[in-house]
Structures are given as structure tokens and as C-alpha cells.
């Protein structure tokens, strides 16, 4: 009796779950929720198939034990022998006594299998003992206390682990779910790309605070700082192919092309700020957006392209999507120059003027340097030229900062320029909410997150 309660109160469970989807987009974190709830179905699945209670036999404790026994021994099986694991957080089968199979676990199991001493055993991800995958895109497996088979592994993830839990906006993650509104991803294919831009996002940063000298990172001591520089880059290296393992594992087979190619832009993007920086060379405008198209819009770009490989959606290569993209990767570029001089609250999580410590060729600065006198404009070089390994000191940045906002009026152009590209983003997006037929709450919200 207990037994077809349960299974009426699943279906129902599931029935709800159905009509809520129908009625309007979900939060991710209640998505998330939902998706947690299939694990408590799952669970109970197998204690019922699996108890004494529900089982008139012995079978049910030898699956028991050869369930623990395939937990504690996947994780040294050979690398021929270890199954493949999907990123997908559902249990996707599960297999019975008389040798048929439930595939997923919605909709529920009507129950006959657990009828006369039935037992089952539970297929992860696709393979018998496969790995589920955490929230941070990385396997259970990954993070094991088995040192013999894997003995740098929790070395490794150490650096990545401490910037992937620091507080964030979490931009790059909304923008995967507003563009989903229209693209319609299959659930499987979406995890897997917020996995990839996570970990890609993650090891830039790691990487970006070394090669500029950043010791704060979202008001916490970076990575480098804590962990040491040698450890810090080879976390970064190898969670770049942790993601490139995990594109390949999407269907759409140029996948990986399109993350090799997007990171070779991002590359080069940096190569450019680097070079600027190292030379005290001050680019034009045009080169300076050239610089952002491939450093910061890279990573934009790349959300869009894997999302279109992986959509059924007819409408997905729609050419707007590449502009409204563009538009948003500089914004978020610019918006990043100006905060950084400009705002205290930016102050507190990377330091005060950051930028002028590195000596970065950030907008605002590449602006005053065009619009200065000769002298003027060589006392700014001068001051980048003598900085020390520590930076500016706080009155020779005033100093600067002030030259900005007067002399040559560079912070309120900039903020000019954000208003701009803010109208542009918006126009583009009410122009693909037409195209699409659907209204974009989630991408609306991106873009307040990001209001100056």
C-alpha cells in the first residue's frame, strides 16, 4: 500500500512539474531545485527495489552489496575499463531482475518490477557505475580520496576550486539562460556548455591575475597569491582541457573547433592588452574594440556559437544574435574600464585604481592620451614608465584620475560611450524578442545587472 502511494504521489510530482514549465520561464535556481528532486526519486527507486521489506528473496541484499562494492572499485578500474560519463545530472536507467529496463525516471515506474522479490540496479549517466557530474563541472571520480590512482588530482583542482567559489555576478551563466529562452537547448547539451564557460571563464581569470599583477580578486587574495604562481597556471592548463574534454562531449561534432577557435581569439585579444601595457603604447579606439572582440568577446562569442551548434531551433544563426553579442561584449569590456577608476565598490573587491598599477591601456586612459597636449601626454607616460613593482602610489593615481575627469573629460566620455552601447544592446535585444516571438525577462535582467 505504501508502495502505490508512492508511486500515485510521483506521478503527481512530475504531472506538476510539467504544468509549471508549461505556465512560464523558471529561475535557474529553481530549476536547479527540481532538477535536485529527481535524485530524491531515484533514491527511494532503489531502497524500495533493494529492501528486505519489498523483497522476498536474497536478491535484493546481493544487489546491495554489489552496488557498494561497483562504488568503492570504479574509481581504480583502468582507464580502458572506466565508463564514459555524460554530463547529465539525471539517472538515466535502471535495470531489473527480469532484464527490462526503465529509461529515466520520468515519467515513474508503474511499480510491477518490484513485485516478487524484483531488484534493480542503477545505470548512471548512461553506463553502470558512471560518474555524476557536480555543480562545478567536474566528476565525482575527479575529486576522490583515492590517492593511489590519482594522486594530484585535489592538488590540481585546488587553485581552480578557490576562484570557482568566490562570489560573482554570475553574467556569463544568465546570458546561457536568457539566450536559451529562444535557442531551446536540450537539458544535457546546456549543462555541459555552462560547465565549459565556467571552467574556461575560471582559468582566464587565474590566468589574467597573474600575467597583471593582481592580488585581489573579487575582494579576495587571488589565486597566485594563496597557491603560488606555478601552481596557479598549471590549474588553469589543466582545467582548459578539462573543458575541451567536455565540449567533445557535446553532439553537434564542431564543437571543439569552436572552442579552440574562441580561445585563440581570446589569446590573441590578451596578447594585445599585454603588449600595449609592457611598451606604453597607446592603441587607437579601433584597434582598442579590435583588442575587446577577441579578449572579452571571445568568451561571449563562444556561449553563442556552441549554443547554435546545439540547438534544433530554425531560427538559431539568426545574424542579430551576433551583433546583440558583440555589443554586449563591449559593454561589459568598457563598463569593466570605467568601474575600475571610478567606482568604490570596485575599489574594495580589486583595489583602488587598479588599472593605473598595471599600467593598462584601459579606454579612458587611451582617450585623455589622444585628446592631451605633448606634455601632457609624456608626464602621463613618464609616471608609467617609473611606476615600481608595488604600483602608484594613492596620490600620483588621484593625480591621474583627475586629468581624466578634467582635463581632458575621459571618464565622462566613457560613461557616454556606455550609455550608447547600453541603447544599442537594448535595441538589439527588442529586435530579437520580434524576430523570435518571445519576450526575454532573463537577458533584461543581464542587462540591469550590468547598469552603471
Not at 562494492?69 to 545530472?89: G, L
Not at 606555478?230 to 569552436?258: C, H, K, M, W
Not at 606634455?375 to 596620490?395: N, V
Request: charged share 25%.
Amino acid at each position: 500500500m505504501v508502495r502505490q502511494k508512492t508511486l500515485e504521489c510521483e506521478k503527481e510530482h512530475w504531472a506538476a512539474v510539467a504544468d509549471l514549465e508549461a505556465a512560464g520561464p523558471l529561475s535557474p535556481n529553481l530549476y536547479r531545485y527540481l532538477d535536485m528532486t529527481r535524485f530524491c526519486h531515484a533514491g527511494g527507486m532503489l531502497w524500495s527495489a533493494l529492501t528486505d521489506r519489498y523483497n522476498n528473496s536474497k536478491v535484493g541484499q546481493t544487489q546491495v552489496n554489489d552496488y557498494t562494492e561497483m562504488q568503492k572499485t570504479s574509481s581504480r578500474r583502468s582507464a580502458k575499463n572506466t565508463p564514459k560519463c555524460d554530463n547529465d545530472h539525471h539517472i538515466n536507467r535502471v535495470h531489473f531482475q527480469d532484464g527490462s529496463s526503465n529509461i529515466g525516471i520520468d515519467p515513474p515506474m508503474n511499480g510491477d518490477h518490484l513485485q516478487n522479490g524484483g531488484s534493480a540496479v542503477l545505470e548512471l549517466n548512461g553506463k553502470e557505475g558512471g560518474r555524476p557530474c557536480l555543480m562545478n563541472g567536474l566528476h565525482e571520480s575527479d575529486q576522490s580520496d583515492d590517492a593511489y590512482e590519482k594522486p594530484g588530482t585535489k592538488i590540481v583542482l585546488a587553485p581552480y576550486e578557490y576562484v570557482a567559489a568566490m562570489p560573482s555576478k554570475k553574467v556569463r551563466e544568465d546570458l546561457i539562460d536568457g539566450l536559451n529562452r529562444w535557442l531551446q537547448l536540450p537539458e544535457m547539451s546546456l549543462n555541459r556548455i555552462r560547465n565549459i564557460v565556467v571552467m574556461l571563464h575560471t582559468a582566464a581569470l587565474m590566468l589574467d591575475d597573474i600575467e597583471d599583477g593582481s592580488l585581489l580578486r573579487r575582494g579576495m587574495p587571488s589565486a597566485h597569491v594563496v597557491y603560488g604562481e606555478s601552481q596557479t597556471i598549471n590549474s588553469a592548463s589543466y582545467v582548459q582541457i578539462r573543458a575541451f574534454a567536455e565540449a567533445a562531449g557535446l553532439s553537434n561534432p564542431d564543437a571543439v573547433s569552436i572552442v579552440c577557435e574562441e580561445l585563440k581569439n581570446l589569446y590573441n585579444g590578451q596578447s594585445l592588452d599585454l603588449f600595449w601595457k609592457f611598451h606604453i603604447h597607446c592603441p587607437t579606439e579601433k584597434e582598442y574594440y579590435e583588442m575587446v572582440d577577441g579578449k572579452t568577446g571571445g568568451l561571449f562569442r563562444l556561449i553563442l556559437r556552441l549554443m547554435q551548434a546545439e540547438s534544433p531551433v530554425l531560427k538559431a544563426f539568426e545574424p542579430a544574435l551576433e551583433t546583440f553579442i558583440m555589443s554586449l561584449g563591449r559593454y561589459f569590456q568598457v563598463r569593466d574600464d570605467h568601474q575600475n577608476l571610478a567606482s568604490s565598490e570596485y575599489a574594495q573587491q580589486k583595489g583602488f585604481c587598479e588599472d593605473l598599477d598595471e599600467g593598462k591601456m584601459s579606454l579612458p586612459l587611451i582617450h585623455s592620451l589622444q585628446n592631451s597636449s605633448e606634455g601632457d601626454k609624456a608626464r602621463i607616460k613618464g609616471i608609467f614608465k617609473t611606476r615600481g613593482p608595488s604600483g602608484l602610489s594613492p596620490e600620483v593615481k588621484e593625480f591621474v584620475i583627475k586629468h581624466l575627469s578634467e582635463r581632458t573629460a575621459s571618464l565622462p566620455y566613457v560613461r557616454d560611450v556606455l550609455k550608447d552601447l547600453a541603447s544599442e544592446i537594448t535595441d538589439g535585444l527588442m529586435a530579437l524578442e520580434e524576430i523570435f516571438g518571445i519576450e526575454n525577462p532573463l537577458l533584461r535582467g543581464v542587462l540591469a545587472k550590468l547598469e552603471v
